[in-house]
């Protein structure tokens, strides 16, 4: 079967720094993504990486091992407004996303 | 419009009842899903459409079909709703078809509950 594995649940300080890990088992790859989603919105896109190595897009950066089929989203000087579910997602050999459960991520002061 | 549109914003169906929600885009885009999100799973694939004119089958496509007769609309039908259906429905879209990069953009949401 397919499966992306994302932590449920974390927690973190303002101003800190913060890794959230994915790690997938699909059938295929062509991409990873990276969404977030904010209690009822919907998801928005974050970060994609097809390559292995990191992809730094201002306080946030998705690294990428496909060799392992892991992942992590790093978010920097974290801000009150950061307090949402990071969904990771993977493009598989159909071209097709396969999503994790998310990760809500908790921002206390 | 600006994006992507859905409607309802929530319904709330006797089980049993026909529903089509609606989504419609004005990016001009080829490829459009239709997911549902429930709590503690990931957001599942419905239906999908490559372009215009054809759709595709996803991870739990039974209880429900759709339609892609122009680029723009994909609407969702549950032709007889059961209490399972209840969850959090999201259409998206994504300029390009399999083979390609596709950064997916999301509407809104539609809050089915079904009793």
């Known amino acids: 079967g397919q499966n992306i594995d994302q932590p449920t649940e974390m927690t973190a300080t303002e101003g800190a720094i913060v890794q959230i890990n994915c790690t997938y088992q699909?059938?295929?790859?062509?991409?990873l993504f990276w969404y977030q989603q904010h209690a009822g919105e919907a998801p928005t896109f974050l970060s994609y990486n097809v390559l292995d190595g990191l992809e730094e897009k201002g306080r946030f950066s998705s690294f990428l091992s496909r060799s392992k089929g892991y992942s992590y989203l790093l978010l920097k000087e974290l801000q009150m407004k950061d307090s949402a579910s990071y969904l990771c997602a993977v493009s598989n050999s159909n071209y097709q996303l396969i999503w994790g459960a998310g990760t809500k991520l908790i921002i206390k002061p | 419009i600006a994006g992507i549109t859905q409607a309802p914003t929530s319904q709330i169906l006797a089980a049993g009842r026909r529903m089509t929600l609606r989504c419609t885009q004005d990016m001009r885009h080829n490829a459009m899903y239709w997911y549902r999100q429930d709590l503690g799973l990931g957001l599942r694939l419905i239906h999908y459409?490559?372009?215009?004119?054809?759709?595709g089958k996803g991870e739990v496509p039974d209880g429900y079909s759709v339609s892609r007769a122009n680029t723009d609309d994909f609407p969702l039908t549950l032709a007889s709703a059961v209490p399972s259906q209840t969850s959090v429905y999201f259409c998206?879209?994504?300029?390009?078809?399999?083979?390609?990069?596709?950064?997916?953009?999301f509407g809104p949401g539609t809050r089915l509950t079904v009793l």
């Open positions: 998206a879209s994504s300029d390009g078809v399999a083979g390609e990069y596709n950064e997916q953009f």
């Open positions: 459409s490559n372009t215009a004119g054809t759709t």
């Open positions: 699909t059938s295929g790859f062509n991409g």
